[in-house]
C-alpha cells in the first residue's frame, strides 16, 4: 500500500522567508504527486502537480515543487511567503492508473507579519 | 461552473441517529470521491464511485457507513446509527478521468 509523509507537523515562518515542506511517499510504481492547501475554513484548493515531464513544478501564488524520483520526493517551496500563505499544506499521490489519492498528514504553515 | 457543491456545511446529530450527506459533482466530471478528516489529522480516504458503482470502498468502516452515486442526482454518503467518533469533516471531490480532483467544502458532523 502507498503511503505519503509529512516531515514538519507544524512550521512558523516571518514573512519574506523561504519555505519548503518535505514531503516523501512510499511507491515503487508511477505516480502522479499533488499539493494542496487549505485555508482556514476552506476547502482543499490545488496548488500544483506534477504528472510527467519536467520534475521542478510551478504552481499558482508563487509555490513551486521538485519531483526527486531517486528519493520517492516531492518537496514544496517558496521564496518569499506573505501572511496570506498561513494555511494548511497537504501532499498526496495517486498512482498513473487510478485515481484514489493518499493524503499525508498535512503540514499548519503559519506566517507572522 | 460550479465547483462541488456539498451540503449541509454543518451538520448535528445525537449519538444513534442517521447523517446523509450531499455531494453534487462539478459538471461533467463522474468520478466521486470521499474523504474523511478527522481532528488534528489528514484526510483519509473513504470510497471512489462512478454513477452507480462503487469502485473503491477499501477506506469505509464495514458497519454503518454506506455510499452511493445514482444516475441522477448528488451522492451520498449516510452514517447509521452515528457515534462521537465519526465526529469530522467529509469532503468529497470529483474527477474526470485521471485527472487532479477537485474539492467541495466539506461537511462537519458533529455527534452529541
Known amino acids: 500500500a502507498q503511503s505519503v509523509s509529512q516531515h514538519n507537523h507544524h512550521v512558523i515562518l516571518s514573512e519574506a522567508a523561504s519555505l519548503e515542506l518535505g514531503c516523501n511517499y512510499s511507491y515503487g510504481g508511477t505516480v502522479n504527486l499533488f499539493w494542496y492547501v487549505q485555508y482556514p475554513g476552506q476547502h482543499l484548493q490545488l496548488l500544483l502537480k506534477?504528472?510527467?515531464?519536467?520534475?521542478l513544478v510551478k504552481g499558482i501564488k508563487g509555490f513551486e515543487a521538485e519531483f526527486i524520483k531517486s528519493k520517492f520526493s516531492f518537496n514544496l517551496r517558496k521564496p518569499s511567503v506573505q501572511w496570506s500563505d498561513t494555511a494548511e499544506y497537504f501532499c498526496?499521490?495517486?498512482?498513473?492508473?487510478?485515481?484514489?489519492?493518499?493524503f499525508g498528514g498535512g503540514t499548519r504553515v503559519l506566517v507572522k507579519p | 461552473n460550479a465547483g462541488v457543491m456539498q451540503n449541509p456545511r454543518h451538520l448535528v446529530r445525537r449519538r444513534g441517529q442517521e447523517a446523509r450527506l450531499r455531494c453534487s459533482p462539478m459538471k461533467g466530471h463522474s468520478h466521486v470521491y470521499w474523504y474523511r478528516q478527522l481532528p488534528e489529522e489528514g484526510l483519509k480516504f473513504m470510497v471512489y464511485?462512478?454513477?452507480?458503482?462503487?469502485?473503491?470502498e477499501s477506506g469505509m468502516p464495514k458497519e454503518r457507513f454506506s455510499a452511493e452515486f445514482p444516475k441522477e442526482g448528488p451522492s451520498i454518503l449516510r452514517i447509521q446509527q452515528v457515534v462521537r467518533g465519526d465526529s469530522a469533516a467529509y469532503f468529497c471531490?470529483?474527477?474526470?478521468?485521471?485527472?487532479?480532483?477537485?474539492f467541495g467544502q466539506g461537511t462537519r458532523l458533529t455527534v452529541v
Open positions: 498526496a499521490v495517486n498512482r498513473a492508473a487510478g485515481n484514489k489519492l493518499t
Open positions: 464511485l462512478q454513477k452507480e458503482n462503487i469502485i473503491d
Open positions: 506534477y504528472f510527467s515531464g519536467d520534475p
Open positions: 471531490a470529483s474527477s474526470l478521468e485521471n485527472t487532479e480532483a477537485f
